[in-house]
């Protein structure tokens, strides 16, 4: 960290819990148990990020800060020896030509529209260039960063260097993870980036945004000093399998045809693949989930487990449950997330258990009430987010009564299982699928 004489105390503490904390907003997507390292090594540091280090967002999403540690200030700082800096040199040049042809376009293109160019180009961010520079570097261990930046004012593009990764980026990280018995892929983005082309790497931390403390946060997970322990707030899947959404930007009028059809409600509605779902995320350590008990008290259904860290590290967990309700005279959702108390870190065989009431009522406008829809529920409670396969979909039984209160529960541990019951006639899953003629799924319509 470094230091300015006109640092106030506070400003220092601040700065301290935040470093102890950072690890928490980080997300270990994969792991082959290679990491963390035993100590400072020789590291073979590859990607725009490293030098380049994005701390924050443009237009709102940047703050001015007295200081900015990169990720190769944090790793030097930590004690490695960093290799590979001959490809950086290579890669500003890269970088500082395409800058131009950037630029050149942007005039170009606000010309075309009659648009002022400072106006024009607020808020649009360069593509990450391609390139072709060699991997000499050698080292105990490695890792490639991938940067994206954005922000305000312009929407993120499904192009290599934004949304999908460049030709280049693929090329050497699947390299590097081949060449490397210890590599880790690092992803400094602010939003999902496409990582179908690179899912067999052994190794990827979510690392995101993390501002001024950035680079000292990834040294102290490299070194295990820090367990990252998140989990992801967004489905994270190839772009295709994204819904379409052709009214977004109409500049007249938007109609927002997805309904509650959003994130992880439609991937799991419409059985959807995911690379990484939503609420997914790996750690250093080893976790076990207890029996699950569930109390049913009227319009509130407590869950009771507990959480047993079984590895050799201290680490946190999130126990997720999620909530199948029937569909009643409402849009239906696969699962719905519900809350549950704040973590706590566990330090190797040692259990965490504490009760989590979950609300079971809906809110409906037509009738200003809070109203508790009879029918059968299922609570999942996943220890570890795993990909869901595709499974038919499961029907109540002949002569089921359907009239039963929420009391009658299931209760599954240490995986996602879905319970999915028939839509309402108005919200036909099965022809909303079959009504696109393109690779992407339409969302439904309303009628």
Known sequence: MKNTPAMADYELRHIEALRKNLAGCTVLLKK?????????????????????????????GEVNSRYSVTIEEGLQQAGFTLTGMEWHTGYEQARKKAHKAFLKQLKKDAKAVKQNFILYGMGKAMPEPEYNLPLNAEGDAAIYVVSRISGEGNDRTPLKGDIRLTDSEVRDILALDKKFTRFMLVLNVGGVVDLSPVMDVRNIL??????????????????????????????????????????????????????????????????????????????????RLGAVAVEANGAQITVRTFVEN????????VVQVYLSKPPANSMHLGRSFAPLPKRTSLPPVKRNRSPAPLPCRRWQPMIPKLLLYSGGRRLPCPCRCQQRRNRPRRRPASGQDKSRPCRQIMCLAAQISLTLLPLPQRWNARQVCRSSKSTRSRLPVKR
């Open 206 to 287: 979510l690392l995101s945004q993390l501002g001024v403390e950035t680079g000292g946060a990834l040294a102290d997970i490299l070194l295990g000093k820090a367990n990252p322990s998140g989990k992801l707030t967004t489905t994270w899947a190839a772009f295709e399998e994204y819904p379409e959404m052709p009214d977004f930007e109409d500049m007249n009028e938007t109609r927002y045809r997805e309904g509650i059809y959003v994130g992880y409600r439609y991937f799991d509605t419409f059985r959807k693949p995911a690379l990484f779902p939503f609420g997914h995320g790996l750690s250093y350590t080893e976790f």
């Open 32 to 60: 082959d148990g290679s990491f963390p390292l035993e100590k400072p090594c020789t590291l073979a540091a590859y990607g725009s990020g490293v030098r380049r280090t994005i701390r924050g967002g443009t237009g709102s």
């Open 310 to 317: 079984i590895g050799a590290l201290a680490g946190r967990q």
